[in-house]
C-alpha cells in the first residue's frame, strides 16, 4: 500500500473558485462515486462567522449549477454536510486507477491537496496520468508506504475521525478529551491511549516516506 500527498489544479473546479472568491476552507472528509459518472462528497466548511448554510450552498450553486447540496452547522463558523453533482471526473479516475481518496483539503491558492491511498506504486502512477491527461496540474509531494503495522486500526481510525472532525487536534482546541470520552462511552485513560498509539502509526507512516 502507498499513502501519497499531492497538490492538484482542476480548472473550473467548484471547491477552488468557492475558497478563492469567499474565503472559506473546505475539507473533503469521503468521496464516492455516484451512478456510474456523478459523485457525492462528504464536506466540511469553514468560514467566517456572518457566512449562513444557506449563504455557502447557494455560492456552490451558483459555481456549479445542479449540484444538490445540504449543509449542518457543526459549530462558529463551522459546516458539516454532502455535495452531489451529476459528473464528477475524479471519481471516476480514482476508480479507474484503483485509488481511493482519504481526503482533500483547499488552499489559499486554489489549489487542492489531496491524500490518496492506493494499492501500490503503479495504481498510483495510473492516477496521476489520468488526472494530468484531464488537463490538471498535479504536484506530487509525498509517498509513503503503508506497511500493517503502521495501519490504523477501525477503533483508531473512527477515533481519530471524531477527534478530527469536532476540532480535537486544531488550537485551541474546539472540545477536549472528557467531552470525546463521553460521546464514545470510554474513559478518559483509554481514549488517551487509543489517541496516543493511531498518532505514533500516523507519524512512523510518515516518517518512512519514500522517493
Known amino acids: 500500500m502507498r499513502s501519497a500527498t499531492m497538490l492538484v489544479k482542476i480548472p473550473g473546479n467548484w471547491i477552488g473558485d468557492l475558497c478563492t472568491s469567499c474565503d472559506l476552507s473546505v475539507k473533503v472528509l469521503k468521496c464516492v462515486p455516484v451512478n456510474g459518472k456523478g459523485g457525492m462528497s462528504f464536506l466540511q466548511i ?30 462558529p463558523g463551522r459546516f458539516i454536510g454532502t455535495a452531489q453533482t451529476s459528473a464528477c471526473a475524479v471519481c471516476r479516475l480514482l476508480a479507474e486507477s484503483g ?11 486554489g489549489l487542492l491537496q489531496w491524500n490518496i491511498l492506493a494499492p501500490n506504486a503503479e495504481s498510483l ?41 469536532l476540532g480535537y487536534f486544531e488550537i485551541p482546541r474546539k472540545t477536549n478529551l472528557a467531552k470525546l470520552a463521553k460521546m464514545l462511552e470510554v474513559s478518559k485513560a483509554t481514549l488517551d491511549v487509543i489517541i496516543r498509539r493511531a498518532q505514533r502509526k500516523i507519524i512512523a507512516s510518515h516518517m518512512r516516506a519514500v522517493p
Not at 485509488?99 to 491558492?109: I, K, P, T
Open 46 to 75: 469553514d468560514s467566517p462567522q456572518d457566512f449562513s448554510g444557506t449563504a455557502i450552498a447557494e455560492r456552490i450553486r451558483s459555481i456549479e449549477p445542479g449540484c444538490h447540496v445540504e449543509l449542518t452547522p457543526a459549530g
Open 99 to 109: 485509488c481511493f481518496l482519504d481526503s482533500a483539503a483547499s488552499r489559499s491558492d
Open 125 to 165: 502512477k495510473a492516477l496521476v496520468e489520468k488526472v494530468t491527461a484531464l488537463g490538471c496540474s498535479v504536484e506530487l509531494k509525498r509517498v509513503s508506504r503503508l506497511t500493517t503495522a503502521s495501519e490504523l486500526t477501525r477503533t483508531q481510525e473512527r477515533v481519530l475521525q471524531m477527534a478530527y472532525d
